[in-house]
């Protein structure tokens, strides 16, 4: 039996009994999900909150008939594929159905092996139209999100790669990464880039919360809860409503909010504190953390079932000094806006700066190098652009270090990571080549 594409089904409109489970029935042998209602308004609900991949509808129903229902399903969404059912001598209706639109119509009675084969046509050009779009979607997005998260290294073209993967896809995302790699901007790009972009975006760090500021925050609360609860508040949760809801820092969260977390992503559910009717939550959720969360599970302080809960989709954010050929040209961004915010005049970059910002480990990452621009535009020293890690000057053969790690960088990245073209370019061996990228941590 061939698998029908995932995620698409079928919507049959059909209120006679019989026809209706002989169609359903013949769809579900044949491998194809269905689902069924019996009236149009009720296909209408339905289709209101999810498109199928195909609707299958009677022309004849009670109060809106198949034809009126083809016309509104023609005006949501007109590439959405229906096969209208006609009774015996209504070819004239079926001939006004495809010119409203219609993919196609049967006759009754008809055998349902010819429907299971119409039905298979429809989805696969449904398939077909989803794919396009979906690509067509990620070629317009492209270029926007390679100016937001910026960098030709290999490692940042990963992660765009995933983020047009996985943002319109309804999966918890967990996001890793040092201090300072921008998680927050990346859990910002799945939800820019996604159908739910127009719902809100909510932001909640939990480090260093005590649990009842933290349970409260989520979850909500109402009037009387607690000592000073006086009016009842709106959770995260409850309030992003179909949005994103970015969780920072979940690694410092305690068992017992790690419990009722997992509760959440597991039900959709939430109680406000101090209340027991249940609240739907159809939210998306993306978390982050600074710590491995396997690890940290290992040794008994995260919940393995909530980390598997979160990670549907893990993205790992490179460390500056894992990715030191996208420095330049974060750095000159960074001055743009630096020189912008402060009204100044934009300052000159030399070779030998430029050097200095390569050689460092950047332990601050992204918004170190974006503390550093800020001081160069105000005509401030950042003391450690002229200082080795122990705050020493640096020496000749680092300074010299730094400069062939500069150049080969650069010319590495214009090559699009590309080791042959790199070595050709800078005129060395390819195994030489390799061993420099080793030593300097480009690759």
């Not at 406000?272 to 993306?286: F, Q």
Request: one cysteine or more; proline letters at 5%.
């Amino acid at each position: 039996m061939k698998p029908e594409k995932p995620g698409l089904s079928v919507l049959l409109v059909e209120d006679d009994t019989y026809v209706r489970r002989g169609c359903r029935q013949a769809m579900q042998l044949a491998g194809i999900p269905v689902e069924t209602v019996t009236t149009a308004e009720d296909a209408q609900r339905r289709l209101q909150t999810d498109c199928p991949g195909v609707v299958v509808s009677d022309l004849r129903l009670p109060r809106m008939d198949g034809m009126d229902l083809l016309r509104w399903v023609y005006q949501l969404d007109p590439d959405l594929p229906v096969i209208i059912i006609t009774g015996h001598g209504e070819i004239t209706l079926a001939v006004e159905a495809m010119r409203c639109g219609a993919y196609d119509f049967m006759e009754k009675p008809f055998s349902t092996s010819v429907l299971v084969d119409v039905v298979r046509r429809a989805l696969e050009k449904r398939a077909l139209v989803l794919e396009v779009e979906s690509l067509r979607r990620r070629l317009d997005h492209r270029d926007d999100l390679e100016g937001r998260l910026i960098g030709r290294s290999p490692q940042m073209a990963k992660v765009r790669k995933l983020i047009l993967d996985v943002a319109d896809e309804a999966i918890n995302v967990l996001i890793m990464g040092e201090t300072g790699t921008g998680k927050e901007l990346v859990a910002q790009c799945l939800h820019d880039f996604s159908s739910a972009r127009q719902q809100k975006f909510v932001a909640l760090n939990c480090g260093g919360m005590a649990d009842s500021l933290l349970d409260s925050e989520l979850f909500g609360h109402v009037s009387g809860a607690f000592t000073g609860a006086q009016r009842p508040r709106t959770g995260k949760f409850e309030y992003v409503n179909g949005g994103t809801l970015f969780l920072d820092e979940v690694e410092t969260m305690s068992m017992h909010m790690q419990i009722k977390l997992l509760r959440v992503l597991e039900n959709k559910v939430i109680e406000r504190l101090g209340s027991n009717d249940p609240i739907s939550v159809p939210c998306r959720v993306v978390a982050a953390a600074k710590e491995d969360l396997k690890g940290l599970s290992r040794e008994g302080k995260f919940r393995l079932d909530l980390y598997f809960r979160l990670s549907g989709v893990r993205i790992e954010l490179p460390a500056l000094r894992e990715r030191r050929e996208d420095i330049p040209e974060l750095y000159d961004k960074f001055l743009l806006q630096a020189a912008k915010c402060h009204n100044r005049p934009l300052p000159p970059l030399t070779p030998e700066h430029l050097r200095q910002l390569m050689a460092m480990d950047w332990p601050g990452n992204i918004r170190e190098l974006r503390n550093a621009a800020n001081c160069h535009v105000l005509g401030i020293a950042y003391e450690t652009l002229t200082t080795g890690k122990d705050g020493t000057p640096l020496s000749l053969a680092e300074d010299v270090d730094n400069y062939e790690c500069l150049r080969i960088s650069i010319e590495f990245a214009k090559q699009d990571g590309n080791i042959g073209r790199t070595a050709e370019a800078l005129q060395v061996a390819r195994t030489t080549l390799h061993d420099k990228l080793k030593k300097y941590g480009l690759i």
